[in-house]
């Protein structure tokens, strides 16, 4: 989040004085000089007094495997609705600078838009994540997913004013910040926490596929048809759909042999 704030400045800034060649290596030096760092002093293994109570007290993790999530049909709807929302979002994002051109917009309102977005993705993760611990996952997700098919329809054409694409970026970019940390907060409300990591690593895949392809069709649109309206309107149903497959989700299981928690 803090990354979209300050990266496309920088990008801009750095095209301005050495040319597009140039911003990459400026680019390049943000994860060298600043997360290679940070990683290397603070990322570790936590100490015996910081490790989990539920670990060290021999109460042990509890959740189902692998193999059990994967014929769950909860698994294959959470994953199905991450791979429709991340479809409709990535290409949005990436080409964002140019969905603005259409509208008028320089180079230099792209960037305060992009910016924007890194704002709403913080707000979204810090939001959803409030939400999360008082309210049933599929409802938080369901107006937050259907926010961002708004936000596709005003992008759409040619004579949205900038506040009205100041709003849709936004809406666009906490839906985002919303979807990425879900992912992780159903892997381990559904599924548990004994085989966390390999059940969260499947989840996030078609995040991860979808992210990668989602431009390409954008920008496929955008060459056959002269606009990405296309594909902006394709993005309405997509995010509709992501959200509404995850009401069918049904209550949390509670593990070790109870009944399933209410919603």
Known sequence: ???????????????????????????????????????????????????????????????????????????WTIWLSIALVALAYGGAHIHMPEIIKQHGMGMAEGASIMGMIGFALMAGRVITGWLLDRIWAPFVCLPILLIPALACWWLMGTSSDVTTIYVAAFMLGFAAGAESDLIAYLASRYFGMVNYGKIYGMLYMPFGFASAISPVLYGRVRDVTGSYDGMLFAAMFLFAAGAVLLITLGRYPVFGGKEEAKA
């Not at 800034?13 to 994860?31: H, K, Q, S, T």
């Not at 002093?41 to 509890?62: A, D, Q």
């Open 1 to 75: 989040s803090i990354s979209a704030l300050v990266v496309p400045r920088v990008a801009v800034w750095a095209i301005g004085e050495w040319g597009w060649r140039g911003m990459y290596p400026a680019v390049a030096l943000f994860p060298l000089l600043v997360a290679l760092p940070i990683a290397y002093i603070w990322f570790r293994e936590p100490r015996p007094e910081e490790t989990p109570e539920e670990i060290t007290s021999g109460g042990g993790l509890v959740g189902v495997s692998l193999g059990e999530a994967l014929r769950d049909r909860r698994f």
